[in-house]
């Protein structure tokens, strides 16, 4: 049966059907990712949240393809951004989008919210594990519910925390700790949040780190900013400054 005709409008405990478990299929799929992405980033700031994640999917170790996005837009309340396997990523976003499309019919004036959206997840990405056909990716859901902002991570074991900060992949030892420091900087002597400026220069500046550092990385990539009043995704690229690999040294 087509996926896109077992979900009932609000349900939101639905799961994606993947027919038999793994062990009792003939041939077995989804054992390893493939097709990858790297590093995905997400920061609260006063009045919203902002993701950041670069275009390159790689096959392998190869550099493949170099304009495959991966913020997606779920309403004027979410964005979702993911790292991992790029398929299982296209997977979920045409199934969150055929959700979106179903509640638009309803006409009820009733949106999916960002944590909705978080815990469903959550629940279908444990569901694959457990039938021995993990989603390989990580997502980021980003929002603002009843005005307050709201960011968490699902990995593609089910577990799911929210956060000031998150960062996934290689982000996780490289930027993650340029995000706490300026968060805590900024609470320390203003006693406030990050502005959204602030957010996305943090951003720009984790994103620059990422690429010197991580080989998977990529110079084009997306910003995306969610507040209550809007939705925004940035396409932006670097300008790497080489001079900085004379720094680079005990490697020789």
Not at 88 to 99: A, G, L, N, S
Not at 113 to 137: G, I
Not at 157 to 185: H, N, V, W
Request: glycine share 6%.
């Amino acid at each position: 049966m087509d996926i896109k005709q077992q979900w009932i409008p609000g349900n939101f405990k639905s799961v994606p059907d993947i027919g038999h478990t793994a062990q009792h299929d003939v041939v077995q799929h989804g054992w390893t990712p493939i097709t990858t992405t790297t590093s995905v980033l997400g920061v609260v700031f006063e009045s919203g949240v902002a993701l950041a994640a670069d275009t390159l999917t790689s096959y392998g170790s190869m550099a493949c393809f170099q304009n495959n996005p991966r913020i997606l837009t779920v309403n004027q309340n979410i964005i979702v951004a993911a790292a991992g396997e790029y398929s299982d990523y296209q997977f979920i976003r045409d199934v969150v989008e055929e959700k979106v499309r179903t509640e638009k019919s309803l006409n009820d004036g009733i949106s999916m919210k960002p944590k909705a959206l978080h815990t469903w997840l959550s629940r279908v990405l444990y569901n694959r594990r457990t039938k021995m056909k993990p989603l390989w990716s990580t997502f980021l859901v980003a929002g603002i519910q009843n005005d307050v902002p709201f960011l968490g991570e699902i990995d593609k074991l089910g577990t799911a925390f929210a956060d000031e900060q998150i960062a996934s992949g290689y982000g996780a030892y490289l930027a993650l700790p340029l995000m706490r420091k300026a968060i805590d900087e900024k609470r320390e002597k203003f006693n406030s949040k990050l502005t959204k400026d602030e957010a996305i220069d943090l951003l720009k500046k984790c994103m620059e780190v990422l690429y010197y550092r991580d080989a998977r990385s990529h110079d084009k990539y997306q910003i995306g900013i969610v507040t209550k009043d809007s939705v925004e995704v940035q396409n932006l690229a670097l300008k790497p400054r080489w001079e900085v690999a004379k720094l680079v040294q005990g490697y020789e």
